[in-house]
């Protein structure tokens, strides 16, 4: 049987897709995938045995420049690209109306959530086959469900697979000092870690004979990182990296400790001790999820309040960093104070407290 998944982004949200191809290609032989994704995202199907096609598509620029995208073709390449198979299904595994678009676009009967338990309930137009799965589930549960209901098999929940040979990551010649990742870049301003708590991190990593690496993806991340490794010998700021070089990086790292971003999910799925921070947002829904997780939500009653930017009204939250007092901005992260973190994330890189039987679930 061959299928088309739909599910073009975000990293995260493509990350979130990988369980539920593992649980489907196990529980069924023979069952053989293509993939239509952003084209920032093409790597991460390829990583997956049980994926033929890799089909890119680039809304994200197209919407830029409608009018060019139509002129010259691009467009109408990636609709024969689409259509070049007749498909048993096509999954529409995102919920939005652009994703229901491509999922009629292309050729196989259409399957996707219910108007009930979707994002854009306008997208479920486009589908022939509706399943209802619960909206409080964790995003890599709805889809586990999803597939095991279009493919009816039995799921285990007290397993989670991402389906990836971490082999093809590693290379046994490596001989590193360890290092841990901390991943700052995050969109949302609400998401950002305070400034002196990241820099109060790096002094007790570096202090017990860690080194740390940083990533950016963008100006101003790369600003940030800059500012994080000031007077720091023992933290690298990288170079940007493809995804698949970010991963052959993170595999070989002690530890992990990010904010609510993407590549928080590719070190889920990597399986590497990972401390998440959360404030604005929902980590019993869109939270880290698989092997060694932990995740630190705020304590403060607006959270999670789900915005932007941050809308707190209350009384400052103020720390003390270097001998000087600051105001803890979003305040809900004074509820993670970087002592805090750097001992959990010890506790988790030794195997202990974040685990139950290897796998985090949300409470």
């Known amino acids: 049987m061959r299928v088309l ?57 197209w919407r830029k420049h409608l009018l060019n995208t139509w002129r010259s073709g691009e467009f109408a390449a990636f609709k024969r690209n689409l259509q070049e198979h007749h498909y048993d299904l096509v999954i529409d595994a995102q919920g939005l109306i652009k994703s229901g678009i491509i999922s009629r676009i292309a050729r196989g009967l259409t399957v996707g959530l219910s108007n009930t338990t979707i994002r854009e309930p306008l997208a479920t137009l486009f589908y022939n086959v509706k399943y209802t799965v619960p909206w409080q589930q964790h995003a890599v549960e709805r889809l586990r469900d999803l597939f095991s209901r279009t493919f009816n098999y039995a799921l285990d929940y007290k397993t989670c697979d991402y389906g990836l040979n971490l082999r093809q990551f590693r290379n046994p010649q490596d001989s590193v000092p360890p290092y841990i990742v901390l991943l700052h870049g995050t969109t949302w301003e609400s998401k950002q870690w305070p400034m002196p708590y990241w820099k109060r991190l790096i002094r007790l990593a570096t202090g017990n004979g860690y080194r740390v690496k940083l990533l950016w993806g963008s100006a101003e991340e790369l600003a940030r990182a800059r500012e994080m490794a000031e007077n720091s010998p023992e933290v690298d700021v990288l170079d940007r990296m493809s995804l698949t070089d970010v991963a052959r990086m993170m595999v070989n790292s002690a530890g992990v400790v990010t904010v609510d971003t993407g590549l928080g999910h590719l070190a889920a799925a990597l399986s590497l001790p ?88 949300p409470e």
């Open 5 to 61: 998944i739909v599910k073009v982004s975000s990293l995260g949200d493509v990350i979130h897709t990988l369980p539920a191809i593992t649980d489907a290609y196990r529980a069924k032989r023979g069952l053989r995938f293509d993939w239509v994704v952003e084209e920032a995202f093409t790597e991460i199907p390829r990583w997956h045995p049980a994926i033929d096609k890799v089909i890119p598509v680039a809304f994200r620029r």
């Open 274 to 361: 990972t401390l998440a921070l959360y404030g604005a947002s929902n980590h019993e829904l869109t939270g880290t999820y698989g092997h060694h997780q932990l995740h630190l939500p705020a304590r403060i009653g607006c959270s999670p309040c789900l915005k932007k930017q941050c809308l707190y009204q209350g009384e400052p939250r103020s720390d003390r960093f270097e001998g000087q007092d600051f105001v803890v901005n979003p305040p809900c992260y004074r509820d993670h104070p970087p002592e805090q973190v750097w001992e959990k994330l010890v506790a988790l890189m030794g195997g202990g407290r974040g685990t139950l039987d290897g796998l985090f679930y």
